[in-house]
């Protein structure tokens, strides 16, 4: 009798720590559905900022402001009055800035001539030089460069993309590539400027630089990666700046820039100095 009793006793203890563990449940319950709201919410802010790209005074605005950052300028007004929203190619908004769409941004860049600037693939002797890009697409790195050509690769049979960077690459085999007609040029800051440096790359057809604003894995972009900044920047001002100052070429901002509402105001007040 006195074990029965014990057993009924130890099998009436769990029914009381039944009833707190009900409240418990629906608290957890009420948790996930808020981070479920929480969770839904940063992804419909994203889908709407994501078709907003920086317009051209902005991208202009941006770009300046690196190039006297980077290298401790300040443009004169009178360089300033050169450099107008017509500098920058106009992105179209319907479309995203990934390395599968950069074809249809460049057809869209070259308007009705796009078909015989960018895939006839033969030199015109006396009119088109061989080894001169229509567009030269600048990056941070060899595995970029070669990701960003594949969005042009509809464009490319009749005449192939040029690969300019030293992974894996001699400076020989792209100078020998060099000597028949390039469209597109894709490759990094360093072995560019050489090839330039040795008359092997050439300037006379290029009407669009592409910068990849895209970041890596490491969260550096071509004007912030420390060693690949610097060679850029000498590469833009010994070949590139002279020429968009004198409207011969473009620009292309591919990709997100960072917002920085303190950029907009400092190009007013450099413009007002004269």
């Not at 707190?20 to 709201?37: A, D, E, G, M, V």
């Amino acid at each position: 009798m006195g074990s029965a009793a014990k057993t009924k006793k130890l099998s009436n203890k769990p029914k009381p720590s039944l009833a707190p563990k009900q409240p418990k449940t629906k608290t957890k319950l009420k948790k996930h559905k808020n981070n479920n709201i929480k969770n839904k919410t940063p992804n419909n802010d994203n889908n709407k900022t994501k078709v907003q790209p920086a317009s051209a005074s902005e991208q202009l605005t941006f770009f300046l402001n690196q190039f006297e950052s980077a290298n401790g300028v300040q443009l004169s007004s009178l360089e300033l009055e050169s450099m107008q929203e017509s500098c920058i190619v106009r992105m179209s908004n319907n479309l995203d800035q990934d390395a599968e769409t950069l074809g249809k941004h460049m057809k869209e860049a070259f308007g009705t001539q796009w078909k015989k600037e960018l895939c006839e693939g033969q030199v015109v002797e006396g009119k088109l030089d061989p080894g001169s890009p229509a567009v030269l697409i600048i990056s941070t790195s060899a595995l970029r460069s070669i990701e960003l050509l594949r969005g042009l690769r509809s464009m490319t049979k009749e005449c192939h993309a040029v690969k300019l960077f030293s992974k894996h690459m001699k400076v020989e085999e792209q100078v020998s590539m060099l000597k028949n007609r390039v469209n597109f040029a894709s490759g990094t800051p360093s072995r560019i400027k050489k090839l330039i440096d040795i008359e092997a790359l050439g300037l006379s057809r290029l009407e669009v630089i592409v910068l990849d604003m895209q970041l890596d894995v490491k969260g550096y972009s071509l004007f912030t990666l420390p060693q690949v900044r610097e060679e850029f920047w000498d590469l833009y001002k010994n070949y590139f700046h002279q020429r968009l100052l004198q409207g011969d070429l473009r620009i292309c901002l591919y990709g997100p820039i960072p917002e920085d509402n303190k950029l907009k105001g400092e190009r007013t007040t450099i413009n007002s100095e004269e």
